[in-house]
């Protein structure tokens, strides 16, 4: 490789890891505004209500971002 090839290739990675750098930074952006609405519903959904959404759904994912985000919206025995 030449010398211009190895410089094209470092700025072609570099704008990789710039768009990688910037999905992660949306990534947790998101993940910070599930965990802030899971908190606000805490004080307008009861432990029963939250099972009942919990056992609506077969989605794992949505199950588990309940339990690791609501896991003290659900009552003390459930798990």
Known sequence: ???KEIQQELENL???VSILAE???VSKNRD???????TLLDEYIVADDWVKIYNSTDDP???DIMKNWGENMFPKDFF
């Open 1 to 3: 490789m030449t010398e």
């Open 61 to 63: 994912y949505i199950k």
């Open 23 to 25: 999905e992660n930074r």
């Open 14 to 16: 570099g704008r990789k």
């Open 32 to 38: 910070n505004a599930g965990r802030d609405l899971i």
